[in-house]
């Protein structure tokens, strides 16, 4: 499926260092990495730092459910793979799920790990996670860097999601994009030089709330080859 790279420590927002790789291929072994705090790339040296990014064949993401304080509105992994039909992805719940946090009632929060095709280069790691979010805007967008760690649980609840595909396989589908913004109804423009830029028309989820108003680099090659 993916690979992780764990600390020895749990906790610790300061630490840097993540050596300890595992090859996730099931439940138990996802448990082993995300008991100690964890890293979705492969840094030099082991450092965590967006200069060192060698690669990742794993893309996170995270789910506070701080978008609404209307439980009605809170997404659960079953959403994310309605988003993302025939994807297989990992669920790893946070350490504050279904927790009292600063105040706010408890709600679910959750990491999504998503298998993609190994990607080396780290600004387009972060695009593609920027991509992501653009389609399901449901995701923290302070976690969208190519040097993201989640803090590891010492009760883990994790969740494997089946499908057919990994992400990578999912944007390169012809037809991923035809109901979102800048799908294959939206209109392009095309200023001087190579600079594009879109204008979307409106496009709603299950739970009617509206995309933000762009798509990347990815959505637009696309359309432009169309």
């Known amino acids: 499926m993916f690979t992780l790279y764990s600390a ?6 300061g630490n840097c260092s993540y050596p300890n790789k595992t090859e996730v291929t099931d439940v138990d072994s996802l448990r082993a990495a995300v008991c100690h705090d964890y890293v979705c790339a492969e840094y030099k040296n082991n450092y965590r730092n967006g200069d060192n990014f060698l690669g990742a064949d794993c893309l996170p993401v995270d789910c506070d459910n701080d978008h609404s304080e209307d439980p009605s509105d809170w997404i659960l992994p079953a959403d994310v793979a309605a988003a ?12 504050y799920n279904m927790r009292e946090k600063n105040g706010k009632p408890a709600r679910p929060k959750f990491h999504i790990l998503f298998p993609i095709t190994r990607m080396t280069d780290a600004a387009a790691y972060s695009d593609m996670k920027k991509l992501v979010n653009s389609i399901f805007p449901y995701f923290d967008t302070k976690a969208l860097d190519a040097a993201r760690f989640f803090f590891g ?3 883990v609840e994790v969740e494997l999601f089946p499908g057919s595909m990994n992400l990578t396989e999912f944007l390169e589908n012809d037809d991923f994009d035809v109901d ?12 001087e030089g190579s600079h594009i830029t879109i204008k979307p028309t409106p496009s709603t989820t299950s739970k009617h709330i509206r995309y933000p108003p762009f798509c990347w680099i990815w959505v637009l090659a696309r359309q432009v080859s169309r």
């Open 180 to 191: 979102l913004p800048g799908g294959h109804h939206a209109s392009l423009v095309i200023p």
């Open 84 to 95: 993302f039909p025939n994807v297989y992805f990992a669920v790893h719940y946070s350490r």
């Open 153 to 155: 649980t010492t009760t």
């Open 8 to 13: 020895d420590i749990v906790g610790n927002p």
